[in-house]
């Protein structure tokens, strides 16, 4: 009880930043908050200075910024090529020997790669991809590690105009398929394994299964990792292979500024994951920003952003906006705790590591470690840290600010999804932060807390998270599926609806609580309720099915099925654990339920959907709420 109270006297108190940030900071609060007028008074100018000042364009915009509800354009008629932004201006302007990553895996190996080496590799790999006939507007699927080539290849796309689509190496081949289907890709690039927790993971496997019948992918290039010697079918070919013999010059494609960059799938709360389709130049800009001033970069910074590229945070703050900004990261392949919890903050010590960003769930896995692990390592170089993927309980908050901290770092909470691009809502590092709140809109986002009907809700009452109108780095469409990307500005009044409930407060601090859709977010990894249904009826057993979201002290949420079982089957352990066994095949590990409940029945609306919602009230023993629309 004790303990409960002093938690909370220090979540209401207000956190200034201290000493070490104000001292370096790019923006002070004053300053912020000045600029955000003249952002949400004059946006256009205000994002038209910072187009010229931060980037580099081939050809300048007729015009900043076009909407026609509800589509949008940014600088149009700018050409520019983002590969340039990140590589060749640094390596012209006298950073070619400037680390641009520093790889490392659980083994404690190491690899350094300047911006004048990756530059030579994004270019070798990008004219391997021309020598296969990856022209322009191509998709290219990526289903790779967390290693340099990853990144690369990411980059070589881009160079070349085609259009990646990485998938995260966990999910299962049906789901890789359905996303080398849907994206029609014409290559899909892969790599043997990836290591976690010492246990090589096949990946080749995987691919191999999920392009079985897809004739319109022409090759599949390899990449063999040490010691591997596969032998390659007609249709594959070995990485290196591919790119030994080509030049390290490749000119960059003349690119528009509507001219897409990638498309990456997310789940939403219903059919299957949707493609979210990015272009150039509002992201190209909105991510060097964000980077520059929410982790406010300085030349000498080491930042390390614990993410993988298979997810909107690794495009944005491990690839494209560090290498804007031209920072030097670390990028670490493998678990967080193995060999030990001690890794991360080793990793921290060794680099000298100033700017961290990392999910509340290992936030909170490390929390149950103990205080101990991150005592024994010299966290000293620390400056800021970040959050981001769900909300962060005010514990975590307050036990990350303390431990890893040391009570001496700012924490930059930040609200953000896969359609945004970029962090819209969080404290820049020299804003008093709030335990638990993410904070402010940056620059040109007009962010509010809103009923259906889009009317502003009274300070601390919960409504929905709206963000008024477009900004640059905000997603274009949903590839091939136009209806989908009109639902985010139709669903409340004509403003972008980000699926999220949210309070704000009277100094307009918001909090976010949570999706307000059927999407559960477990470990900060979007799972669409719909998604995990289908993969459960798809075993022969389960005739009908259910699953909700309910708290889990490390993940955030757990997942957890109802399941109404075919007539006559019986209910046994094993059967359980073969159904469980499905939902990895067909989605993947992240999306297997930790609970299976055997039901006779499910709460339907006389329409025949079911009541999530009644679902999940009984389950944590709270008010059904409204229960008229009940069949039954
Ligand atoms: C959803 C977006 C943005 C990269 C990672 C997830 C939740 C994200 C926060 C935060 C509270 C957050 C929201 C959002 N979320 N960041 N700082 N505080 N919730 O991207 O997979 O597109 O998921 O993640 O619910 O809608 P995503």
């Not at 990553?101 to 690899?111: A, P, R, V």
């Not at 967080?336 to 960003?357: A, H, L, M, Q, T």
Request: aromatic share 10%; glycine share 8%.
């Amino acid at each position: 009880m004790a303990e409960q109270n002093e938690i909370l006297l220090k979540i209401d108190k207000i956190y200034n930043p201290p000493e070490k940030v104000l001292k370096k900071a790019l923006i002070s609060k004053e300053k912020f908050d000045e600029l955000y007028e003249k952002s949400i008074k004059d946006t256009e100018n205000f994002w038209e200075k910072l187009a010229e000042k931060e980037l580099h364009w081939f050809e300048k915009w007729d015009k900043v910024f076009e909407w026609n509800y509800p589509t949008y354009k940014w600088f149009i008629n700018g050409k520019l090529n983002i590969t340039y932004n990140c590589l060749d201006r640094h390596v012209e302007n006298g950073k070619r020997n400037k680390i641009a990553y520093i790889w490392t895996d659980e083994d404690g190996n190491e690899k350094k790669y300047t911006y004048g080496e990756l530059l030579e590799l994004v270019n070798k790999i990008a004219n391997g991809l021309k020598s296969l006939g990856i022209k322009k507007g191509d998709r290219v699927v990526i289903y790779m590690p967390l290693v340099i080539e990853q990144l690369a290849t990411m980059l070589a796309c881009a160079r070349i105009g085609a259009i990646h689509s990485v998938v995260y190496a966990g999910f299962s081949a049906s789901a890789l398929k359905m996303r080398i289907e849907d994206a029609k890709a014409k290559i899909v690039i892969t790599s043997t394994w990836t290591k976690r927790r010492g246990k090589k993971i096949d990946l080749k496997s995987v691919v191999d299964e999920a392009v079985k019948e897809l004739d319109f992918v022409e090759k599949i290039v390899v990449l063999q990792r040490e010691g591997d010697n596969l032998t390659l079918e007609e249709n594959e070919i070995d990485f290196y292979k591919l790119i030994k013999n080509q030049s390290p010059n490749c000119t960059p494609e003349i690119m528009d500024a509507e001219d897409p960059l990638f498309i990456l799938y997310t789940s939403g709360s219903t059919g299957k994951p949707k493609g979210v389709l990015h272009t150039t130049g509002g992201y190209n800009l909105y991510t060097h920003i964000t980077t520059k001033y929410v982790f406010d970069i300085h030349e000498d910074d080491i930042f390390w952003c614990t993410a993988d590229p298979g997810w909107i945070t690794g495009h944005s703050y491990m690839v494209y906006g560090p290498l804007s900004v031209g920072v030097t990261s670390i990028i670490a392949e493998g678990a967080p705790d193995y060999p030990d919890p001690g890794r991360w903050w080793s990793i921290i010590e060794k680099y000298r590591v100033n700017i961290f960003y990392t999910a509340p769930t290992a936030i909170r896995l490390f929390m149950k470690y103990g205080e101990q692990w991150p005592a024994k390592y010299d966290l000293s170089s620390l400056r800021i840290l970040g959050s981001v993927g769900e909300p962060i309980n005010p514990e975590a908050w307050i036990w990350y600010y303390e431990n890893i901290g040391r009570k001496n770092c700012s924490i930059v909470d930040t609200w953000w999804q896969t359609e945004t691009g970029g962090h819209m809502i969080t404290t820049v590092p020299a804003y008093p932060q709030k335990p638990g709140k993410a904070g402010k809109p940056f620059f040109g986002i007009e962010a509010d807390v809103v009923d259906k009907n889009g009317n502003p809700v009274k300070p601390n009452e919960v409504g929905y998270l709206v963000i008024k109108k477009p900004w640059p780095s905000a997603l274009r469409t949903c590839w091939g599926e136009p209806e989908r990307f009109n639902k985010y500005w139709s669903e409340i009044s004509q403003y972008y609806f980000a699926g999220d409930m949210a309070t704000k407060d009277e100094d307009g601090y918001i909090m976010i609580l949570g999706r307000a859709d059927d999407v559960i977010n477990v470990s900060g990894h979007r799972i669409g309720t719909a998604e995990v249904e289908s993969a459960l009826v798809a075993h022969e057993a389960v005739a009908e099915a259910a699953v909700i979201g309910i708290p889990h002290e490390i993940k955030g949420e757990s997942i957890k099925a109802f399941v109404i079982l075919k007539q006559g089957i019986e209910i046994t352990d094993e059967l359980k654990g073969d159904i469980k066994q499905c939902v990895r095949k067909e989605l993947g590990s992240l999306a297997v339920p930790d609970e299976i409940e055997f039901v006779e029945k499910l709460p339907k609306t006389r329409s025949g959907k079911i009541m999530r919602r009644v679902l999940k009230a009984k389950e944590l023993g709270m008010p059904l709420g409204d229960i008229s629309t009940l069949e039954d």
